[in-house]
């Protein structure tokens, strides 16, 4: 009796001072497919980050409970990087140094990424994110770095093709002083010129000001047609706001990021009348998407939007991959066999249901996703097609859909 | 967890860097510094450059410093003989007005892109793992800029420090040329942060304007009087507490997951407010002045 | 390029209205209390979260908000003012100026602790501007103008014509004095931080209804406000009025010569060549 009392104290100390070391430390150490999930959970990408980490628990539930991935449960480590490269850095650093993830995904901000990429790098694991900012595609990162997401050198093409078909002439742009904002503010004029547009206007403001009304007036002074906003949405309700109370006129067009349900509520259904969304549309017609909205809405009631099909597809991705490099789960290994699981040629295949069977009986499979058919070119980037929303009784009502293919994006 | 305890221990280092620089300009000066993180920053970001246009690292080190300094020796002749409070104030707006320039001045520093890839010098020498190597690296630097400081401390030029602290009316009335010192004592701590930036954005590889803040150079000051302002000793573990009691907070979200990390942080925040405040008062070691203020203007209306 | 000019002025106004409620109480305290008070623009941030704990989450109008929310904003801000500056055991004014920034710290944290980062606006509709020719100015922009204005001329009167504005002016050329004279000094530093905290709200609530409301509100305008206080000469409440205009109307008129981005940095560099000619500011007693 008494050994037995002390052996449970001595493991209920041992057990405590575990969790005092850090959560599941022991256990995580063994035999898992660790991933770390480095998403914003607050700051401005908030909305995302929560929708992504709903996401990868989702589908992490479904494949555990299917065996996991050549038998390895997969593991789900959270830190929120709080849509700051910062913050971003410290997690990253946790993740890596102390839970010793194999892979890395979730971050929504370009700033970010960019941030958190060479620590990825240095520690050899894959990196995927849903950043925008151009740079991502030429960032030396040894192939460890992949999106699922577009360049805002691709959706400016978007924006001037749909600015052409409504039928306006000049745009002004209204950019944040952040990657992503520069970068659409360095993209968008020449394809706005190949359609035929002029840019009269282009001001980058900073976040954090207590007043943009000069901004705003500097960049509608040539009485812009459309007005091209590239920020966040809380950014994005104060300069609009701005802008409806001087009076001035043009039609606002931006990304469903800033145009979403919380910015809509805070300038109010009336004033956002007739804004122009366009965001990235997810692969509807995809078992993965199919999937992935089923697990979405059982859980939340809600649609699975663009941003949870990346997340599906993350996870996805590196899981075919470790099961296709027979469990090993080193960096290089899942590396390898990305393309491999994701790019034709090979059997179309969206779930866990579908591929795992195939990829253990030596099947060459392709994965088209639930965000895009996620066929990765050689810099890890791919092609996702678009969904022009207009702001109908406080909604977005879907005008049309461009797929990547209809685009000149020479 | 040891890579953990090796990177915590290298981001301690490079804030008692920090803090011993603050310590030299408001321990032993009195000198009111608001600003402190805009040497950080311009350490950091020269460093970043000029590594990356193939300068080696000692020398962009180096030349950060320098930058760093001359803008102290800049700001303090404008703003030091103003007293404490617009002293403080000015300090700060300095520290946010570098900020802005490094932000927008995208030519020169990529602006809100930031300079990613910086590299890390003399990786693999010796077959060495990286981050032991940088960590090695730090301490050496701690360990230089302590001894510097504690010399600097006992040195006659510490004691003169010191007397302007507590009284400058006296020393100039011996004759000191107080400007000069403060100047002197200003460059120090500036040098020392800059240092800090060099290694802080060879550690992270990646600088961008959002990282310098004044928010760090409050952290500094709880740090600095965590440790008792005056002691060169005191900038060591009272930095080394701040950061384990901070990092330490990570933990108990793995430990107690309703807590979330931004209402965590928040908490953190206030705490160092409330600690800024308590140490400040009961501390009795701080160098402050037991003679009334030069009167401001009159309130007229 | 007038037309230009003219819509900068008028923007300029308007900011310099929302700065010079911030400027004027700090300036009363700066003067009288003889410390700068970096806390200060919080208590604008106070008003509004107040003022939108009524009007949002509770769902009163948003005038009634308003008004209880200044209220609500005293109730905490001059309790907080008088333990942190006033009965806390300090030796010198240096201590004060690190207690004020870690009351800065404490506010701004404990209200993203209930509130959180994200950009808050008060339950009010939009509106569209008035025109007139260039001018334009929705009816909030044109009651926050009146506002201003009707404070600062009613902390004038208090100044000059009352009791306790003698007392307060007292204090600020001679404290000692005051304090053997039998003036009740404690009484006014009460009122003056009342005044401050009551001027610093409803220039946060007006802020908020034209702007936006976030936790670092007050923080953020920390420079502008010292600028356009020291500026105007501490200790001189019409001083800092004026001090307000002077920053917010060069602000808006730099956009003209140098990129937009740059404008906060302009009210630093006023301070600063201010303070590097005129240290008592440009209307600041000699």
Known sequence: MKLDRRQFLATGLAGGATALL??????????????????????????????????????????????????????????????????????????????????????????????????????????????????????????????????????????????????????????????????????FPDRFAKVGGKITGKVIYNPNQSSYRSEIQQALAGKPDVILFGGYTPDGIQVFKEWFQLGLGGTWMGPGFAFDQKFIQGIGAQA?????????????????????????????????????????????????????????????AIKGQIRKVSNPPGKVVGTWAEAAPLIRAGEKVNYEGASSSCDFDENGDVQTDFGVYRIKSGKWALDRVIKFGDLKTS | ???????????????????????????????????????????????????????????????????????????GTATLRLGEDYFAILTLGFSE?????????????????????????????????????????????????????????????????????????????????????????????AGLAAVAGSLWAHYVTYVVPDQFTPEITFYIWMAMIIGGPGSTRGALWGTALLVAVLEGTRFAKDVMPMI??????????????????????????????????????TVSG | MIAEFVH????????????????????????????????????????????????????????????????????VGVPVARIAYDKLPVTGTVQLLIISIGVSFILRHVVLFFFGSGLLQFAVPLQRPYVWGPVRLTPYQILTLAVAAVLVLAVHLLLSRTKLGRILRAIADNPVLCEISGADVGRARLAMWAIAVLLAS?????????????????????????????????????????????????????????????????????????LMFRPRGLWGAA
């Not at chain 1, 050899?124 to 992949?146: A, E, G, H, M, N």
């Not at chain 2, 490094?102 to 060495?128: D, H, K, M, Q, S």
């Not at chain 3, 109480?25 to 003067?31: A, I, P």
């Open chain 1, 22 to 187: 850090g959560g599941g430390l022991a256990r995580a150490q063994a035999e898992a497919l660790r991933i770390g999930v480095l998403t914003p959970l607050t700051g401005g990408g908030a909305v995302y980050g929560t929708t992504m980490s709903r996401t990868y628990t989702l589908l992490a539930d479904e494949i555990n409970k299917a065996g996991g991935v050549a038998g390895k449960p997969i593991q789900l480590f959270t830190e929120d990087d709080q849509t700051n490269p910062d913050a971003g850095v410290r997690g990253a650093r946790k993740l890596v140094d102390v839970n010793r993830v194999h892979a890395i995904m979730g971050t929504w901000s370009s700033a970010v990424t960019l941030a958190v990429a060479p620590i990825a790098v240095q520690a050899r694991i894959p990196q995927f994110c849903v950043s925008s900012s151009p740079v991502i595609s030429t960032f030396k990162d040894d192939d460890f770095l992949y999106r699922t997401a577009y360049s805002q050198a691709v959706i400016s093409a978007v924006y001037a093709t749909t600015a052409q078909s409504l039928g306006f002439k000049t745009a002004a742009l209204l950019i944040l002083n952040n990657p992503y904002g520069i970068g659409l503010g360095d993209s």
């Open chain 1, 272 to 332: 956002a009348e007739g804004i122009v969304v366009v965001e990235g549309a997810p692969n509807l017609g995809s078992t993965a998407y199919k999937n992935a909205d089923k697990l979405f809405r059982a859980a939340h009631n809600q649609d699975a939007d663009f941003f949870a099909g990346m997340a599906y597809d993350h996870l996805m991705v590196v899981s075919l991959s470790v099961l296709a490099a027979k469990g090993d789960t080193s960096g290089d």
């Open chain 2, 260 to 297: 979330d990390e931004p209402r965590l942080a928040a908490l953190r925040q206030v705490a160092i407010g409330l600690g800024l405040i308590v140490m400040t008062v009961y501390v009795r070691k701080l160098g402050g002045r037991s003679r009334p203020r030069v009167a401001p203007a």
């Open chain 2, 1 to 75: 967890m040891t890579e953990y305890l090796i990177a915590l221990a290298t981001i301690v280092g490079i804030q008692v860097l920090l803090t011993l620089g603050l310590n030299c300009q408001y321990g032993i000066t009195g000198l009111v510094n608001f600003g402190h993180v805009a040497f950080y920053a311009l350490g950091a970001y020269a460093s970043a450059l000029l590594t990356l246009a193939g300068v080696p690292f000692l020398v962009a080190m180096a030349v950060g410093v320098v930058v760093a300094v001359l803008a102290s020796l800049l700001l």
């Open chain 3, 8 to 75: 900068l002025t008028v923007t300029g106004v308007l900011i310099a209205s929302l700065l010079a409620l911030g400027a004027v109480g700090l300036s009363l305290t700066f003067g009288v209390a003889r410390f700068a008070n970096v806390a200060h623009p919080d208590f604008m941030m106070l008003g509004a979260y107040t003022t939108f704990a009524f009007n949002n989450l509770i769902g009163v109008p948003f005038g009634w908000a308003a008004l209880a929310g200044i209220v609500a904003a005293l109730l």
């Open chain 3, 202 to 274: 409803t220039g946060g609530i007006l802020f908020g209804l034209n702007l936006v409301i976030q936790p670092n509100m007050g923080w953020d305008l920390v420079i502008p406000i010292f600028s356009a206080a020291i500026l105007g000469g501490i200790g001189n409440p019409y001083g800092a009025m004026a001090g307000a205009l002077v920053i917010g109307l060069v602000q808006e008129w730099s956009t003209l010569l140098i990129p937009s981005v740059y404008k906060e940095a302009v009210a630093f560099c006023a301070m600063a060549l201010c």
């Open chain 2, 97 to 189: 007005f570098v900020r802005l320039f490094l932000l927008n001045a995208r030519e020169l520093t990529r602006g809100a892109l930031g300079i990613p890839g910086i590299p890390r010098p003399w990786r693999g020498l010796g077959g060495v793992p990286d981050h032991i190597m940088y960590l090695g690296l730090v301490l050496i630097a701690v360990g230089v800029a302590f001894a510097l400081c504690e010399v600097l401390a006992r040195s006659p030029l510490g004691r003169t420090l010191r007397a302007i602290r507590d009284d400058d009316q006296a020393a100039m009335a011996l004759g000191k040329d107080v400007l000069r010192f403060r100047l002197t004592s200003l460059g120090w701590g």
